[in-house]
């Protein structure tokens, strides 16, 4: 179906008077083609624009949940680093707990050696005793009762001594196990928690450089 422009003029026709149309068919098909082509390319564009504004919210989102990461790892780096010092400063403690029972076990152990010596005069005055008994006949009964009680006396003392001093140095030998074993226990912790501390700084060195600095990763020390 033609124009209005494809009309031929006939006489008495108001449309002689005009020399031509403006718009003719080819160019109204050329215009429709361009009009398409503009809306195709415009709802290309519009397509590109909502996949790249869901990948930028997708971005958006994935940044925010590394942020949190990194927060709730900061606060577990923090927390293991308090739980550290606390572990250090009981290690530090029980390091001066053990050197004081070792200077009480050495303590003992010179009371223990001078009863021993005591214990040798003793045994040493019972023999000169015995070499005065060939020399004194009427007075060794006399001498070696005295002596007898004496040493039963300090027999018996000594062997007080000796049971409380065992009973001491038992007790305190057993501190000290058991000081040596927490002290162990307090090691494998620290080792661990630098073993944690390690884990972490290799996790977050493979982060984005811009979730977490990398001077940041080097100050996370134990």
Known sequence: MGSE????????????????????????R???????????????LRSKVRVLQ???????????DQRK???TTRQRLHDAQTANRRLQMLANHLKTELDR????????????????????????????????DCRQTTNVARVEAKWMKMLDEQRLADAEDKSQLNGDVARLEGRVDELQQQLRREKEDHRRTM???????????TLPMNCV????LD???Y
């Open 101 to 132: 029972a070792a200077d009480l076990l050495n303590g003992l152990r010179s009371v223990e050696a001078e009863r021993s010596d005591l214990s040798r005069r003793l045994q040493a005055v019972q023999t000169e005793l015995s070499a005065a």
């Open 213 to 216: 600095p990398k001077d940041e």
């Open 69 to 71: 990461s990194a927060e």
């Open 30 to 44: 050329v215009l429709r083609r361009a009009f398409r082509a503009t809306s195709d390319e415009n709802a290309r």
């Open 195 to 205: 073993k944690g501390l390690e884990h972490l700084r290799v996790h977050f060195s």
């Open 54 to 64: 869901e990948d930028v919210e997708k971005l958006t989102v994935e940044r925010c």
């Open 219 to 221: 100050n996370w020390t």
């Open 5 to 28: 422009c494809d009309r031929q003029p006939t006489q008495g026709d108001p449309y002689v008077e005009q020399d031509s149309c403006v718009w003719d068919s080819n160019d109204i």
